[in-house]
Nanobody, 125 residues
Framework: QVQLVETGGGLVQAGGSLRLSCAAS???????TGWFRQAPGKEREFVAA???????????ESVKGRFTISRDDSDNAKNMVYLQMNSLKPEDTGVYFC????????????????WGQGTQVTVSS
């Protein structure tokens, strides 16, 4: 059983920062972790992903240079993945989800098998 729990969302002014956390527990070996977001009335979109095995990270063009994904696998029972978000913009507003994939490199939500419940991020102008 895989469980993902996101925390760290909230309300922040434009230009501010937030750090999201994703705690992954259960049978997570071999999975990479990604972050997606969904704004009201819009489709879920890829934000960032990180692969433990290769060290590869991917970012959406809209967040490059502002967001940083990182992993902490020191606790085998609960693997943590973080999304540091700086210079936030109103268009970054949405529900942020973490998800797991066995794909070697994917930005597509359909390739991600397990999803958390999401955490709301609201950026005011």
């Amino acid at each position: 059983q895989v469980q993902l729990v996101e925390t760290g969302g909230g309300l922040v002014q434009a230009g501010g920062s937030l750090r999201l956390s994703c705690a992954a527990s259960g049978r997570t070996f071999g999975y990479a972790t990604g972050w997606f977001r969904q704004a009201p009335g819009k489709e879920r979109e890829f934000v960032a992903a990180a692969w433990r095995s290769s060290g590869v990270t991917l970012y959406a063009e809209s967040v490059k240079g502002r967001f940083t994904i990182s992993r902490d696998d020191s606790d085998n029972a609960k693997n943590m993945v973080y999304l540091q978000m700086n210079s936030l913009k109103p268009e970054d507003t949405g529900v942020y989800f973490c998800a797991l994939t066995r794909s070697a490199s994917s930005r597509w939500a359909d390739d991600y098998e397990h999803w958390g419940q999401g955490t709301q991020v609201t950026v005011s102008s």
